[in-house]
């Protein structure tokens, strides 16, 4: 059994159910706003699945695949999973079991300007892995900010048939585009609605509840120089030592698009100093 899940429906372009500043800065980091919207997800999931929840004593949840950084649904599905647990405490029912989707990414390219047909054809390309013994025979949760073709949902759906995994599950996301005549790309429009240059950028990091997500990390090593340079300047040096473990955790410096800025930012690691005049200090200036 599949179910499909979401907490606002877009309908409307010029009509937001949501606040788009707020999305916009919950994509690029900032986690106060990944709870906020957990909250709001978890109230109208279980008022409308509550029993769903209680007839089950195996549920697992899993966030959008990714390999080492996490996607910004990975925050929404960690404070998702805090206040189901307390509902399954109340309850006396046993907590939330963990998995996740690895994912190898291919490409650079800004996902959400794409159609379904070239969304599904980009990750397709992909690799994944999901351990089917942990997760087989369970209600499943599928956890994700929001849904706009379904083509991740397609993928995921794909890689439950080619891993034979068997069991009951959900997809659950905060936003979903139920008009089709709005194009896919509204999905940028809603990405960097907030996020549109180094300063809100910089405010963002500089956020006391900001925390790198996938986004992050590939925007600014995709950064022009002169951007690249003028944020090294608005941002603490301990920010990018985080940055560069990050990306190298995630192959990120055996991509072509990445590797000017990570080679520039572990060089300056290394010296502790930057050119430019910038300096890594605990509070850049």
């Given at each position: 059994?599949?179910?499909?899940?979401?907490?606002?429906?877009?309908?409307?372009?010029?009509?937001?159910?949501?606040?788009?500043?707020?999305?916009?800065?919950?994509?690029?980091?900032?986690?106060s706003?990944?709870?906020?919207?957990?909250?709001?997800?978890?109230?109208?999931?279980?008022?409308?699945?509550?029993?769903?929840?209680?007839?089950?004593?195996?549920?697992v949840?899993?966030?959008?695949?990714?390999?080492?950084?996490?996607?910004?649904?990975?925050?929404?599905?960690?404070?998702?999973?805090?206040?189901?647990?307390?509902?399954?405490?109340?309850?006396?029912?046993?907590?939330?079991?963990?998995?996740?989707?690895?994912?190898?990414?291919?490409?650079?390219?800004?996902?959400?300007?794409?159609?379904y047909?070239?969304?599904?054809?980009?990750?397709?390309?992909?690799?994944?892995?999901?351990?089917?013994?942990?997760?087989?025979?369970?209600?499943?949760?599928?956890?994700?900010?929001?849904?706009?073709?379904?083509?991740?949902?397609?993928?995921?759906?794909?890689?439950?048939?080619?891993?034979?995994?068997?069991?009951?599950?959900?997809?659950?996301?905060?936003?979903?585009?139920?008009?089709?005549?709005?194009?896919?790309?509204?999905?940028?429009?809603?990405?960097?609605?907030?996020v549109?240059?180094?300063?809100?950028?910089?405010?963002?990091?500089?956020?006391?509840?900001?925390?790198?997500?996938?986004?992050?990390?590939?925007?600014?090593?995709?950064?022009?120089?002169?951007?690249?340079?003028?944020?090294?300047?608005?941002?603490?040096?301990?920010?990018?030592?985080?940055?560069?473990?990050?990306?190298?955790?995630?192959?990120?410096?055996?991509?072509?698009?990445?590797?000017?800025?990570?080679?520039?930012?572990n060089?300056?690691?290394?010296?502790?100093?930057?050119?430019?005049?910038?300096?890594?200090?605990?509070r850049?200036?």
């Amino acid at each position: 059994m599949n179910i499909t899940y979401s907490q606002h429906k877009i309908t409307n372009k010029n009509d937001c159910p949501f606040s788009e500043a707020e999305y916009s800065k919950f994509k690029f980091g900032v986690n106060s706003y990944a709870e906020k919207f957990a909250e709001e997800l978890f109230e109208g999931f279980i008022t409308t699945h509550k029993e769903l929840i209680l007839s089950h004593d195996e549920i697992v949840i899993l966030p959008s695949p990714y390999l080492s950084i996490p996607t910004a649904s990975n925050y929404l599905c960690y404070y998702f999973k805090l206040r189901m647990n307390k509902f399954l405490f109340d309850y006396g029912k046993k907590a939330l079991a963990e998995s996740k989707i690895y994912r190898n990414q291919t490409y650079t390219t800004d996902y959400g300007n794409l159609s379904y047909d070239d969304r599904v054809k980009l990750i397709s390309n992909d690799t994944y892995y999901i351990d089917r013994n942990y997760i087989s025979g369970k209600l499943c949760l599928f956890i994700d900010d929001i849904k706009i073709t379904g083509s991740h949902e397609h993928i995921i759906t794909k890689i439950l048939d080619q891993y034979e995994v068997k069991g009951e599950f959900a997809f659950l996301y905060f936003a979903e585009l139920k008009n089709r005549n709005i194009h896919p790309n509204i999905e940028n429009y809603y990405n960097y609605f907030y996020v549109k240059d180094i300063e809100s950028l910089s405010s963002v990091i500089n956020s006391a509840t900001f925390t790198f997500n996938t986004r992050v990390v590939k925007y600014i090593l995709k950064l022009e120089e002169n951007d690249f340079f003028r944020l090294l300047g608005k941002i603490p040096g301990s920010i990018m030592q985080k940055l560069f473990d990050l990306a190298v955790s995630n192959n990120y410096h055996t991509i072509d698009e990445y590797k000017s800025n990570l080679n520039y930012i572990n060089n300056s690691l290394t010296n502790k100093k930057l050119n430019y005049g910038y300096q890594f200090t605990e509070r850049a200036t």
